[in-house]
């Protein structure tokens, strides 16, 4: 028999309620009391007190606006508030830092970047950097009236338990992360109160943030996303929820193995797809200084636009051996998209061809070249520090109660 948990009491009912009402606010963008009341299944008095405590701890705001969507009287419109909590995400790449601040409303309010090699840095180092810009981008937030509740801090590896097990291209093995940025964040604003600061792999982040603010909000709801930077990321999003595998490591797709005699690998192993279509081989093939970083693929998108045939090359090559990759994960997993994102996303129009190629020769179900638009680039908006920022106003939306104090620190 499964054992039964603990029988709800009148405050864990209603910090239920609580949120079902916020997240249906969230989900509508402007809505109606009675609106809410006949999507979430609550009485009109029921949602009127609910309403009435989130205005008061600052989730909600009243537009003004009367909407009149059904007979009788019309009732004000509600929206989530665009001052007040917020989610401050946080992006460690290998050749760059990303920060941003997401409000409730999910709008990308602050966003700061700062490249810098990363490679062969202390971690230590490097995540006081980290904390340096998202210091920035807190003070930032101020000005507009937002407060984050807390940090989520993306990572290019196998991360658990606050700990980046391993990343191969940084270099980085069991180093801890949440415990450190949080201390080094603090050390740097002393008058303010301790972030709680959560973690994930960098992938994981820019396919949460697909989903809720880019293709997921078209109703695409399963889909492998790929994150091209130096080192290859994955992704797999399987009816609206992240797999993450027993260990959390699901979507290592730049480790799979192309050739096992192939070139040696960061990880240890031979042949990893990374080593034919990570940045680094694709800046190589088209005779690019390899560690030449975001310029160097702005170059590279530059000579494929202008038709260079070593560009044009490079990328059909990568997107050969990418294909091939992906094509054996759609077999086993039968998502309705592949998103191309990361460094893909700009060089889409060429890599995009050989990719889709491959995909139709080797996926089995022979439906891929049938249905149109399942290779696509990824939104713009899915990125891994707004997926970061993104995960930290999902758990205000999941428990505001918990977060009303912090919020109005």
Same mark, same amino acid.
């Given at each position: 028999?499964?054992?039964?948990?603990?029988?709800?009491?009148?405050?864990?009912?209603?910090?239920?309620?609580?949120?079902?009402?916020?997240?249906?606010?969230?989900?509508?963008?402007?809505?109606?009391?009675?609106?809410?009341?006949?999507?979430?299944?609550?009485?009109?008095?029921?949602?009127?007190?609910?309403?009435?405590?989130?205005?008061?701890?600052?989730?909600?705001?009243?537009?003004?606006?009367?909407?009149?969507?059904?007979?009788?009287?019309?009732?004000?419109?509600?929206?989530?508030?665009?001052?007040?909590?917020?989610?401050?995400?946080?992006?460690?790449?290998?050749?760059?830092?990303?920060?941003?601040?997401?409000?409730?409303?999910?709008?990308?309010?602050?966003?700061?970047?700062?490249?810098?090699?990363?490679?062969?840095?202390?971690?230590?180092?490097?995540?006081?950097?980290?904390?340096?810009?998202?210091?920035?981008?807190?003070?930032?937030?101020?000005?507009?009236?937002?407060?984050?509740?807390?940090?989520?801090?993306?990572?290019?590896?196998?991360?658990?338990?606050?700990?980046?097990?391993?990343?191969?291209?940084?270099?980085?093995?069991?180093?801890?992360?949440?415990?450190?940025?949080?201390?080094?964040?603090?050390?740097?604003?002393?008058?303010?109160?301790?972030?709680?600061?959560?973690? %994930?792999? +960098? @992938?994981? *982040?820019?396919?949460? #943030? /697909? &989903?809720?603010?880019? $293709? !997921?909000?078209?109703?695409?709801?399963?889909?492998?996303?790929?994150?091209?930077?130096?080192?290859?990321?994955?992704?797999?999003?399987?009816?609206?929820?992240?797999?993450?595998?027993?260990?959390?490591?699901?979507?290592?797709?730049?480790?799979?193995?192309?050739?096992p005699e192939g070139p040696q690998c960061r990880c240890g192993a031979r042949g990893c797809?990374?080593?034919?279509?990570?940045?680094?081989?694709?800046?190589?093939?088209?005779?690019? %200084?390899? +560690? @030449?970083? *975001?310029?160097?693929? #702005? /170059? &590279?998108?530059?000579? $494929? !636009?202008?038709?260079?045939?070593?560009?044009?090359?490079?990328?059909?090559?990568?997107?050969?051996?990418?294909?091939?990759?992906?094509?054996?994960?759609?077999?086993?997993?039968?998502?309705?998209?592949?998103?191309?994102?990361?460094?893909?996303?700009?060089?889409?129009?060429?890599?995009?061809?050989?990719?889709?190629?491959?995909?139709?020769?080797?996926?089995?179900?022979?439906?891929?070249?049938?249905?149109?638009?399942?290779?696509?680039?990824?939104?713009?908006?899915?990125?891994?520090?707004?997926?970061?920022?993104?995960?930290?106003?999902?758990?205000?939306?999941?428990?505001?109660?918990?977060?009303?104090?912090?919020?109005?620190?």
């Amino acid at each position: 028999m499964i054992p039964l948990g603990p029988k709800a009491d009148k405050a864990t009912v209603r910090r239920h309620n609580l949120s079902l009402v916020l997240r249906t606010v969230h989900d509508a963008g402007e809505v109606t009391r009675a609106r809410i009341a006949t999507r979430a299944g609550l009485t009109r008095a029921a949602v009127s007190s609910l309403v009435e405590q989130l205005l008061e701890c600052g989730f909600l705001t009243e537009s003004g606006k009367t909407s009149s969507g059904q007979a009788g009287r019309p009732g004000t419109v509600l929206e989530v508030a665009r001052t007040g909590p917020a989610g401050l995400g946080v992006e460690i790449n290998v050749d760059y830092i990303a920060v941003c601040v997401v409000d409730l409303a999910g709008t990308d309010r602050v966003r700061l970047v700062e490249h810098a090699d990363n490679r062969g840095v202390p971690p230590s180092q490097v995540l006081t950097r980290a904390a340096r810009l998202a210091a920035r981008a807190l003070g930032s937030a101020a000005e507009q009236g937002l407060r984050p509740v807390g940090a989520h801090v993306a990572v290019p590896g196998l991360v658990t338990g606050g700990t980046v097990r391993q990343a191969p291209n940084l270099g980085w093995k069991r180093v801890a992360v949440e415990g450190p940025f949080a201390r080094a964040l603090s050390a740097l604003r002393p008058a303010h109160r301790a972030l709680p600061v959560s973690s %994930d792999n +960098e @992938a994981n *982040a820019a396919a949460l #943030a /697909e &989903l809720w603010y880019g $293709a !997921g909000t078209e109703g695409v709801r399963s889909f492998l996303y790929v994150s091209g930077e130096i080192g290859i990321g994955g992704a797999l999003v399987l009816e609206g929820e992240l797999l993450r595998g027993a260990h959390g490591f699901a979507g290592e797709i730049g480790h799979m193995v192309v050739d096992p005699e192939g070139p040696q690998c960061r990880c240890g192993a031979r042949g990893c797809l990374e080593q034919y279509a990570g940045q680094a081989a694709l800046l190589k093939a088209a005779g690019l %200084d390899t +560690e @030449a970083g *975001a310029p160097g693929v #702005a /170059e &590279l998108r530059r000579r $494929a !636009g202008r038709k260079d045939s070593a560009a044009l090359a490079a990328t059909e090559r990568a997107g050969r051996h990418l294909g091939v990759v992906l094509s054996g994960v759609v077999n086993l997993f039968d998502p309705d998209a592949v998103m191309l994102g990361g460094v893909y996303r700009e060089l889409a129009p060429w890599l995009a061809p050989a990719v889709d190629g491959e995909l139709a020769r080797r996926v089995v179900s022979g439906l891929w070249s049938e249905d149109r638009n399942r290779l696509r680039a990824a939104s713009p908006l899915g990125d891994a520090a707004r997926g970061a920022a993104g995960a930290v106003v999902r758990e205000v939306l999941a428990d505001p109660p918990a977060h009303a104090e912090r919020a109005g620190a």
